[in-house]
Protein backbone atom coordinates (compact mmCIF):
# COMPACT_ATOMS: atom_id res chain seq x y z
CA UNK A 1 0.00 0.00 0.00
CA UNK A 2 1.53 3.44 -1.22
CA UNK A 3 1.18 6.50 0.80
CA UNK A 4 -2.74 7.90 -0.20
CA UNK A 5 -5.35 10.24 0.71
CA UNK A 6 -8.63 10.86 -1.33
CA UNK A 7 -8.59 14.22 -3.75
CA UNK A 8 -10.20 17.05 -0.90
CA UNK A 9 -13.26 18.00 -1.03
CA UNK A 10 -13.91 21.04 -3.46
CA UNK A 11 -10.17 20.47 -4.62
CA UNK A 12 -10.14 20.31 -8.40
CA UNK A 13 -6.87 19.70 -8.99
CA UNK A 14 -5.53 17.00 -10.66
CA UNK A 15 -2.49 16.68 -7.99
CA UNK A 16 -3.49 17.34 -4.26
CA UNK A 17 -1.14 18.06 -1.29
CA UNK A 18 -0.60 15.56 1.87
CA UNK A 19 -2.45 16.97 4.52
CA UNK A 20 0.22 16.30 7.31
CA UNK A 21 2.67 17.95 4.89
CA UNK A 22 6.02 18.34 5.11
CA UNK A 23 6.62 14.57 5.09
CA UNK A 24 9.72 14.68 6.64
CA UNK A 25 10.94 17.61 8.49
CA UNK A 26 13.94 19.61 7.72
CA UNK A 27 15.78 18.13 11.16
CA UNK A 28 14.92 14.44 10.59
CA UNK A 29 17.92 13.65 11.80
CA UNK A 30 20.57 15.27 14.78
CA UNK A 31 22.89 16.83 11.52
CA UNK A 32 20.58 18.00 9.23
CA UNK A 33 19.67 21.44 8.45
CA UNK A 34 18.04 20.37 5.70
CA UNK A 35 15.94 17.00 4.37
CA UNK A 36 14.18 17.48 0.60
CA UNK A 37 15.00 16.41 -3.18
CA UNK A 38 15.05 12.62 -2.22
CA UNK A 39 13.99 9.47 -3.62
CA UNK A 40 11.73 6.73 -2.50
CA UNK A 41 10.98 2.80 -3.77
CA UNK A 42 8.94 -0.19 -2.51
CA UNK A 43 11.25 -2.24 -0.70
CA UNK A 44 10.30 -5.79 0.81
CA UNK A 45 6.93 -5.26 2.97
CA UNK A 46 7.62 -1.67 2.94
CA UNK A 47 9.28 1.67 1.64
CA UNK A 48 13.28 2.42 1.24
CA UNK A 49 14.84 5.64 0.32
CA UNK A 50 17.92 7.96 -0.41
CA UNK A 51 17.94 11.31 1.14
CA UNK A 52 19.54 14.41 0.18
CA UNK A 53 20.04 15.83 3.95
CA UNK A 54 22.40 18.90 3.94
CA UNK A 55 24.05 19.45 7.16
CA UNK A 56 24.50 22.26 9.52
CA UNK A 57 28.28 23.16 7.65
CA UNK A 58 25.89 22.71 4.24
CA UNK A 59 27.73 19.93 2.97
CA UNK A 60 25.39 18.06 0.40
CA UNK A 61 25.15 14.51 1.11
CA UNK A 62 22.81 11.29 0.21
CA UNK A 63 21.69 8.94 3.39
CA UNK A 64 19.49 5.73 3.46
CA UNK A 65 16.06 5.56 5.11
CA UNK A 66 13.61 2.82 5.31
CA UNK A 67 10.16 2.85 6.47
CA UNK A 68 6.98 0.49 6.83
CA UNK A 69 4.39 2.94 5.31
CA UNK A 70 5.98 5.73 3.37
CA UNK A 71 5.34 8.14 5.52
CA UNK A 72 7.56 7.64 8.68
CA UNK A 73 10.97 7.52 7.60
CA UNK A 74 14.24 6.07 9.85
CA UNK A 75 17.48 8.08 7.97
CA UNK A 76 20.31 6.66 8.61
CA UNK A 77 22.18 9.15 10.73
CA UNK A 78 25.30 8.76 8.58
CA UNK A 79 25.89 9.42 5.28
CA UNK A 80 25.79 6.53 2.40
CA UNK A 81 29.84 4.80 2.46
CA UNK A 82 30.19 3.47 -0.86
CA UNK A 83 32.42 0.68 -2.22
CA UNK A 84 33.55 0.12 -5.02
CA UNK A 85 31.60 -0.63 -7.73
CA UNK A 86 31.98 -1.16 -11.56
CA UNK A 87 35.43 0.85 -11.60
CA UNK A 88 38.55 2.56 -9.44
CA UNK A 89 36.91 4.61 -6.24
CA UNK A 90 35.53 7.47 -7.76
CA UNK A 91 36.76 11.16 -5.69
CA UNK A 92 33.20 12.93 -4.92
CA UNK A 93 33.28 16.32 -3.36
CA UNK A 94 29.28 16.08 -2.71
CA UNK A 95 26.34 14.02 -3.93
CA UNK A 96 23.07 15.68 -3.96
CA UNK A 97 19.12 14.72 -5.33
CA UNK A 98 19.27 10.97 -6.02
CA UNK A 99 16.89 9.52 -7.82
CA UNK A 100 16.39 5.47 -7.11
CA UNK A 101 15.26 2.65 -10.08
CA UNK A 102 14.78 -0.73 -9.44
CA UNK A 103 15.79 -1.99 -12.75
CA UNK A 104 16.06 -6.27 -12.87
CA UNK A 105 15.91 -6.26 -9.09
CA UNK A 106 18.75 -3.94 -8.49
CA UNK A 107 18.50 -0.61 -6.98
CA UNK A 108 20.56 2.13 -9.08
CA UNK A 109 20.92 5.13 -7.61
CA UNK A 110 21.58 8.60 -9.52
CA UNK A 111 22.52 11.63 -7.99
CA UNK A 112 24.67 14.97 -8.67
CA UNK A 113 27.82 14.26 -7.47
CA UNK A 114 30.96 16.75 -7.14
CA UNK A 115 33.55 15.83 -9.42
CA UNK A 116 35.44 19.38 -10.22
CA UNK A 117 31.98 20.39 -10.94
CA UNK A 118 28.40 19.01 -10.38
CA UNK A 119 28.35 15.73 -12.95
CA UNK A 120 26.11 12.85 -12.35
CA UNK A 121 26.83 9.67 -10.04
CA UNK A 122 25.87 6.60 -10.26
CA UNK A 123 26.25 3.71 -7.62
CA UNK A 124 23.65 0.39 -6.85
CA UNK A 125 22.72 -1.32 -3.92
CA UNK A 126 20.69 -5.08 -3.47
CA UNK A 127 20.21 -4.36 0.18
CA UNK A 128 20.04 -0.49 0.91
CA UNK A 129 23.08 -1.55 3.82
CA UNK A 130 26.24 -1.84 0.88
CA UNK A 131 26.22 0.41 -1.53
CA UNK A 132 28.63 0.65 -5.10
CA UNK A 133 29.58 3.57 -6.24
CA UNK A 134 30.08 3.48 -10.30
CA UNK A 135 31.43 5.81 -13.11
CA UNK A 136 29.86 9.10 -13.36
CA UNK A 137 27.70 9.34 -16.39
CA UNK A 138 29.84 12.22 -17.75
CA UNK A 139 31.74 15.29 -17.98
CA UNK A 140 30.86 18.04 -16.01
CA UNK A 141 28.57 19.84 -16.13
CA UNK A 142 25.57 17.82 -16.05
CA UNK A 143 22.44 17.52 -13.48
CA UNK A 144 19.36 15.74 -12.93
CA UNK A 145 20.59 12.21 -14.36
CA UNK A 146 17.34 10.48 -13.70
CA UNK A 147 17.46 6.43 -15.62
CA UNK A 148 14.84 3.96 -17.04
CA UNK A 149 13.50 1.44 -14.56
CA UNK A 150 13.80 -0.75 -17.17
CA UNK A 151 16.08 -1.53 -20.54
CA UNK A 152 15.41 -0.21 -24.04
CA UNK A 153 16.78 -1.96 -27.00
CA UNK A 154 18.86 -3.70 -24.51
CA UNK A 155 20.25 -0.55 -23.53
CA UNK A 156 19.81 1.37 -19.80
CA UNK A 157 18.64 4.74 -20.75
CA UNK A 158 19.74 7.93 -18.89
CA UNK A 159 17.67 11.55 -19.10
CA UNK A 160 19.88 14.53 -18.09
CA UNK A 161 20.26 18.22 -18.57
CA UNK A 162 24.02 19.43 -19.59
CA UNK A 163 24.69 22.19 -17.08
CA UNK A 164 27.07 24.98 -15.92
CA UNK A 165 29.56 24.87 -12.51
CA UNK A 166 26.98 27.15 -11.47
CA UNK A 167 23.06 27.91 -10.49
CA UNK A 168 22.61 27.35 -14.39
CA UNK A 169 20.24 29.49 -16.66
CA UNK A 170 19.59 27.27 -19.18
CA UNK A 171 18.30 23.27 -19.42
CA UNK A 172 17.33 21.01 -21.90
CA UNK A 173 16.56 17.34 -21.37
CA UNK A 174 18.46 15.06 -23.35
CA UNK A 175 18.52 11.27 -23.30
CA UNK A 176 21.75 9.18 -23.33
CA UNK A 177 22.04 4.87 -23.46
CA UNK A 178 24.49 2.39 -22.14
CA UNK A 179 25.39 -1.27 -22.87
CA UNK A 180 26.91 -1.79 -19.40
CA UNK A 181 25.89 1.21 -16.96
CA UNK A 182 29.95 2.49 -17.33
CA UNK A 183 30.25 3.71 -21.08
CA UNK A 184 27.11 6.29 -21.89
CA UNK A 185 26.46 7.29 -25.61
CA UNK A 186 24.01 8.28 -28.27
CA UNK A 187 22.79 11.23 -26.71
CA UNK A 188 19.34 12.91 -28.06
CA UNK A 189 17.74 15.41 -27.25
CA UNK A 190 14.24 15.41 -25.82
CA UNK A 191 13.08 18.52 -25.13
CA UNK A 192 13.78 22.19 -23.78
CA UNK A 193 12.25 24.89 -22.06
CA UNK A 194 9.10 26.42 -23.66
CA UNK A 195 8.86 30.17 -25.01
CA UNK A 196 8.12 32.52 -22.81
CA UNK A 197 4.46 33.73 -24.00
CA UNK A 198 3.46 29.65 -24.34
CA UNK A 199 4.19 28.15 -21.06
CA UNK A 200 6.09 30.55 -19.08
CA UNK A 201 6.76 28.40 -15.49
CA UNK A 202 9.05 26.45 -17.40
CA UNK A 203 10.82 28.96 -20.23
CA UNK A 204 14.26 28.73 -18.53
CA UNK A 205 14.88 25.21 -17.99
CA UNK A 206 14.16 21.92 -17.19
CA UNK A 207 14.76 18.53 -15.46
CA UNK A 208 13.91 15.16 -15.02
CA UNK A 209 12.00 14.33 -11.58
CA UNK A 210 10.98 10.81 -10.60
CA UNK A 211 12.07 7.59 -12.53
CA UNK A 212 10.02 7.63 -15.45
CA UNK A 213 6.37 5.44 -15.07
CA UNK A 214 5.76 3.05 -18.18
CA UNK A 215 1.96 3.29 -18.81
CA UNK A 216 0.30 1.36 -22.36
CA UNK A 217 0.44 4.77 -24.13
CA UNK A 218 3.96 5.96 -23.41
CA UNK A 219 6.33 6.58 -20.90
CA UNK A 220 4.73 9.53 -17.73
CA UNK A 221 7.93 11.30 -17.10
CA UNK A 222 7.21 14.28 -14.41
CA UNK A 223 9.72 16.95 -14.91
CA UNK A 224 10.71 20.43 -12.93
CA UNK A 225 10.22 23.53 -15.05
CA UNK A 226 11.84 27.13 -14.02
CA UNK A 227 10.87 30.72 -14.47
CA UNK A 228 13.48 33.84 -13.77
CA UNK A 229 11.67 36.17 -11.30
CA UNK A 230 12.82 39.31 -10.39
CA UNK A 231 13.43 37.15 -7.05
CA UNK A 232 15.38 34.47 -8.80
CA UNK A 233 14.29 31.11 -9.91
CA UNK A 234 10.77 29.88 -9.65
CA UNK A 235 10.61 25.68 -9.39
CA UNK A 236 7.10 23.99 -10.84
CA UNK A 237 6.40 20.79 -12.03
CA UNK A 238 4.72 19.21 -14.76
CA UNK A 239 4.76 15.90 -16.97
CA UNK A 240 5.46 14.76 -20.35
CA UNK A 241 4.64 11.58 -22.17
CA UNK A 242 7.48 9.95 -24.13
CA UNK A 243 7.40 7.25 -27.07
CA UNK A 244 7.68 4.22 -25.35
CA UNK A 245 10.88 2.26 -27.44
CA UNK A 246 12.02 5.90 -28.63
CA UNK A 247 11.39 8.43 -25.18
CA UNK A 248 13.29 10.98 -27.53
CA UNK A 249 10.07 11.44 -28.94
CA UNK A 250 7.77 13.74 -26.80
CA UNK A 251 4.17 12.67 -27.71
CA UNK A 252 2.50 15.01 -25.02
CA UNK A 253 3.82 17.65 -22.28
CA UNK A 254 2.15 19.47 -20.08
CA UNK A 255 1.76 23.86 -20.67
CA UNK A 256 -0.17 24.07 -17.21
CA UNK A 257 2.01 22.82 -14.12
CA UNK A 258 0.42 20.08 -12.37
CA UNK A 259 2.27 21.86 -8.99
CA UNK A 260 3.39 24.98 -8.43
CA UNK A 261 5.01 26.29 -5.32
CA UNK A 262 2.00 27.62 -2.68
CA UNK A 263 2.59 26.66 0.12
CA UNK A 264 4.03 27.79 3.00
CA UNK A 265 6.25 25.01 2.98
CA UNK A 266 6.85 25.34 -0.26
CA UNK A 267 7.25 29.35 -0.62
CA UNK A 268 9.65 29.68 2.44
CA UNK A 269 12.63 27.97 3.34
CA UNK A 270 16.10 27.93 2.67
CA UNK A 271 15.20 28.59 -1.00
CA UNK A 272 12.04 29.98 -1.49
CA UNK A 273 9.48 29.26 -4.24
CA UNK A 274 10.94 25.43 -5.16
CA UNK A 275 8.74 22.07 -5.50
CA UNK A 276 10.77 19.85 -6.94
CA UNK A 277 9.68 16.06 -7.30
CA UNK A 278 12.50 12.99 -7.26
CA UNK A 279 10.40 10.06 -6.92
CA UNK A 280 6.95 8.45 -7.38
CA UNK A 281 5.07 5.31 -5.81
CA UNK A 282 2.49 4.24 -8.27
CA UNK A 283 -0.52 1.38 -7.27
CA UNK A 284 -2.75 0.45 -10.13
CA UNK A 285 -3.79 4.07 -10.66
CA UNK A 286 -2.70 5.79 -7.98
CA UNK A 287 0.27 8.07 -7.72
CA UNK A 288 2.22 9.47 -4.62
CA UNK A 289 4.93 12.11 -5.62
CA UNK A 290 8.07 13.20 -3.41
CA UNK A 291 9.00 16.41 -4.19
CA UNK A 292 11.31 18.82 -2.21
CA UNK A 293 9.69 21.70 -0.66
CA UNK A 294 11.87 25.17 -0.70
CA UNK A 295 14.89 23.33 -0.31
CA UNK A 296 14.10 22.38 3.04
CA UNK A 297 11.85 19.60 3.62
CA UNK A 298 10.17 17.29 1.75
CA UNK A 299 6.15 16.58 0.84
CA UNK A 300 3.92 14.66 -0.62
CA UNK A 301 1.12 15.00 -3.20
CA UNK A 302 -0.96 12.17 -4.89
CA UNK A 303 -2.92 11.66 -8.40
CA UNK A 304 -4.47 9.53 -10.38
CA UNK A 305 -2.57 8.38 -13.35
CA UNK A 306 -5.31 7.98 -15.80
CA UNK A 307 -6.28 11.69 -15.15
CA UNK A 308 -2.96 12.60 -16.08
CA UNK A 309 -2.84 11.24 -19.06
CA UNK A 310 -6.08 13.12 -19.51
CA UNK A 311 -4.41 16.39 -18.77
CA UNK A 312 -2.00 15.58 -21.20
CA UNK A 313 -4.09 14.97 -24.01
CA UNK A 314 -6.03 18.72 -23.55
CA UNK A 315 -2.66 20.60 -23.43
C1 LIG B 1 18.97 23.23 -8.39
C2 LIG B 1 19.54 22.17 -7.49
C3 LIG B 1 18.43 21.62 -6.60
C4 LIG B 1 17.65 22.73 -5.95
C5 LIG B 1 17.22 23.77 -6.94
C6 LIG B 1 16.52 24.94 -6.30
O1 LIG B 1 20.00 23.81 -9.16
O2 LIG B 1 20.56 22.72 -6.68
O3 LIG B 1 19.02 20.84 -5.60
O4 LIG B 1 16.49 22.19 -5.34
O5 LIG B 1 18.34 24.23 -7.65
O6 LIG B 1 17.38 25.64 -5.44
Known amino acids: MIPWQERPAGCSDILWRYSENPVISRYAIPSSNSVFNSAVVPFKDGFAGVFRCDNRRIQMNIFAGRSADGLNWEIEHEPIRFECGNTQMIHSEYKYDPRVACIDGRYWITWCNGYFGPTI ?17 FLPYNRNGVLFPEKIGGRYALLSRPSDSGHTPFGDIYISYSPDMKYWGEHR ?43 GFRYSFGAALLDLEDPSKVIYRSMEYLLGPATDYEMVGDVPNVAFPCAALVDGDRICIYYGAADTCTAMCFGYISEILEFLKRQ
Open 121 to 137: GIGYTDDFEHFYQCENA
Open 189 to 231: HVMGPTRFEDSAWQCTKIGAGPVPIKTAEGWLLFYHGVITSCN
